[in-house]
């Protein structure tokens, strides 16, 4: 600094001369760092980078051998995700070569000597596993929110037993439990139902919920809320009005963390819907192709999967950097 | 301006208590200071005056209304909290309007409130920052404007100052103080500092383990100290507190030393001490008159510069010491023999069993 003043006294300088801050050391240093990021990062995308590739491969660059890196994209894949398709014979083949009404995606699959006769339940089931996750996220970050706060804030007749009691709700694998439950909801008639996967997600959700907020609300000083209500508000307007705002960190976070766990939840789909409320993930390995396995359809599955978590984790992302370094918020 | 009255009010954490049932009237317009060490229970009477922790029983008066089960926000009363509770997502000027929005009141108004009260505390460049982006100082300086913004039947300020730096505490003091003269407000203030009591208070109520010791204006409180807790916690450092034997108007000192028992407590003393004479003499710092034929033998221990003073630590015998304020100009060597006698009007004696101040009805303070 001393330098810079003496500088300014003839012609002002207006970057820093201190050889040692703009040095190459420190250059070579940060650009050594950004290049190991870089590699790690590339590394950890490989599996997602390869999933999008073969999404937009052709059914024979996706399983030749070498594998392609360089392919002539098409979208195949999402076509035939989409579409009930029909095996043709030769003669039909050629009536349809003939045909001009025939639109893009219909002369795609004529390709392959096939016709579409339909739409598949992909688009459904994707619509099942985005009502079923997001419901029970709300749902369980209502709830959860709410329950954190009373364990956090009152005197409440054997808390600690019940916060256990609601922590062990996790220790169980979920397998464990599959066959009881498909036997009750048979009963119950909550068998693929949306309701029944709602209801299943959100109450899975809230054990993990409700410590994860409540360790949040924790933080928050109490002396907020008393503020609130020496100033004329009620409890319920103090909540809404102080520590909902203070809460909103832990709130996203606990949103991502729940919509994750329903939105990938495998082994309960599987078991306890088939047509009505079947989602997502356990549909997607089941796309077999008449000839093999059709990997560049399947990835192309997996990756229209993938955007909806990954769009809302972006929207939360401000909020996750500070909520997943818990016990971040600053006290007073 | 309301009058506070606390009748019988007790407050139990399961068996143990925080608060020994405790009466007390705080009047419209005063200034009262909570004081304590920490887990003495002032800062939960003050909550509980403020309602936001609740009762095990008696009654809590306001104007002669009882309010004991009355929920804080229909009490009518500000409360400003040590680490001030502004709220992060607002500004200043919204922290400031809060209390009003809750009343319901016109937004022109709000905002002329809220002029009015920043002005008064010299915040108005920092109304539209968030909490976060403020000095300590000026964080406090909203927290009260949040509090005077009401303008409420009375203030509750607990340890408002303790968590700003040294040098700020002693200009917020000032400022809370000179606050306080021109509002008028009834304010009940808790801190564990007694030079902020001392400074502040009309009245200092000094609590310890539950119970309340004394309830006297500052300078009784440390000319009269009620009991020997008062005696040790108040003043820097405490008063001196020696136990002796009384005979006949001669008090036998450690280290063979012999006081003369001023005239107005002999009877007093001849009456109300133990049969075996014991009793506690206790004399402030200042109380030390050091004399070439003073009537106490020390030596001296240690002797701490002070800038305005010298602290004196004579030692009367390997385990006596007493704090003596001396002039700035002395100094002394180690192990010296210093004189001294304890002006007669500054001596206060204690009943050794239950350590409460004996009285002679004629007091000087």
């Not at chain 1, 972006?314 to 006290?331: D, E, N, P, S």
């Not at chain 2, 007093?268 to 710092?285: E, H, M, N």
Request: net charge neutral.
């Amino acid at each position: 600094m001393m330098a810079n003043q003496t500088y300014q006294a003839q012609s002002p300088v207006n970057f820093s001369t201190r050889v040692d801050k703009v040095g190459r050391r420190p250059m070579i240093a940060s650009a050594i760092k950004g290049i190991v990021a870089i590699i790690i990062a590339f590394i950890m995308l490989i599996p997602v980078i390869w999933m999008g590739m073969t999404a937009f491969k052709s059914l024979s660059d996706a399983v030749s051998v070498p594998p392609k890196v360089f392919f002539t994209p098409t979208v195949e894949g999402f076509v035939n995700l989409f579409t009930q398709q029909r095996q043709l014979t030769d003669a039909e083949v050629a009536q349809y070569q003939e045909r001009t009404d025939l639109n893009w995606a219909e002369q795609l699959v004529l390709q392959r000597q096939k016709t579409i006769i339909g739409q598949s339940q992909f688009a459904g089931q994707l619509l099942n596993s985005l009502i079923i996750a997001g419901a029970s996220t709300i749902f369980s970050v209502i709830f959860a929110v709410l329950s954190a706060y009373a364990f956090s804030r009152f005197e409440i007749p054997g808390k600690d037993d019940l916060l256990f009691f609601i922590l062990s709700q996790r220790m169980l694998p979920a397998v464990v439990v599959t066959v009881p439950i498909f036997l009750m909801y048979r009963q119950l008639g909550l068998y693929d139902t949306h309701i029944g996967m709602i209801f299943l997600y959100t109450s899975f959700n809230l054990s993990f919920a409700v410590w994860l907020l409540k360790g949040f609300i924790d933080e928050i000083p109490k002396e907020y809320e008393e503020a609130a209500l020496v100033d004329g508000y009620t409890r319920l307007q103090a909540f809404r009005k102080v520590v909902l705002p203070q809460a909103v960190t832990g709130i996203a976070a606990t949103t991502v963390f729940s919509l994750i766990f329903s939105w990938n939840e495998y082994a309960f789909a599987l078991m306890l819907t088939s047509d009505r409320a079947r989602t997502a993930p356990p549909s997607i390995p089941l796309i077999l192709g008449t000839g093999g396995i059709e990997w560049s359809t399947i990835a192309a599955g997996s990756m229209l999967f993938l955007i909806p978590v990954v769009i809302v984790t972006f929207i939360l992302r401000k909020h996750l950097l500070r909520g997943v370094t818990f016990g971040a918020i600053r006290k007073g | 301006m309301a009058t506070i009255e606390l009748k019988q009010v007790e407050k139990k954490f399961g068996e143990s208590y925080a608060v020994k049932p405790l009466d007390m009237t705080i009047n419209s317009g005063e200034f009262i200071v909570l004081l304590g060490p920490s887990g003495c229970g002032k800062t939960t009477t003050l909550r509980m005056i403020s309602g936001l922790e609740a009762v095990t029983s008696g009654n809590i008066l306001f104007d002669g209304k009882d309010v004991t089960w009355l929920h804080p926000s229909a009490r009518d009363i500000a409360f400003v909290f040590q680490f001030f509770a502004l709220y992060s997502h607002l500004s200043a000027r919204e922290n400031i309007a809060f209390p009003l929005q809750a009343q319901g009141v016109k937004r022109e108004e709000i905002n002329q409130r809220v002029k009015a009260v920043a002005e008064m505390l010299k915040i108005e460049h920092v109304l539209n920052a968030r909490p976060g982006a403020l000095s300590g100082g000026d964080q406090q300086r909203v927290a009260l404007a949040r509090a005077l913004v009401r303008q409420p039947a009375a203030f509750l300020m607990d340890e408002p100052l303790g968590a700003l730096d040294a040098e700020f505490r002693e200009s917020m003091r000032a400022e809370i103080k000179q606050l306080h003269l021109k509002q008028n407000a009834t304010t009940v203030y808790v801190t564990h500092d007694q030079v902020e009591a001392m400074a502040m208070g009309d009245r200092i109520v000094v609590m310890s383990n539950a119970v309340v010791q004394q309830a006297a204006t500052p300078s009784e409180v440390y000319h009269n100290p009620a009991n020997l807790f008062v005696a040790r916690f108040i003043g820097s450092p405490g008063m001196n507190l020696i136990q002796g034997t009384y005979q006949a108007g001669k008090i036998q000192l450690p280290g063979s030393n012999v006081m003369t028992v001023p005239e107005a407590w002999k009877q007093t003393l001849d009456s109300k001490l133990p049969a075996d004479g014991k009793v506690i003499v206790g004399f402030r710092p200042e109380a030390v008159e050091v004399a070439a034929d003073g009537e106490i033998h020390s030596t001296t221990y240690a002797s701490d510069l002070h800038g305005g003073y010298t602290m004196l630590h004579l030692q009367l015998d390997r385990d006596v010491i007493v704090h003596a304020r001396a002039a700035r100009e002395m100094r002394y060597q180690l192990s010296e023999t210093v004189r001294f006698n304890v002006q007669p009007n500054m001596v206060r004696f204690f009943h050794p069993e239950t350590e409460a101040a004996l009285q002679n009805g004629s007091h000087t303070t």
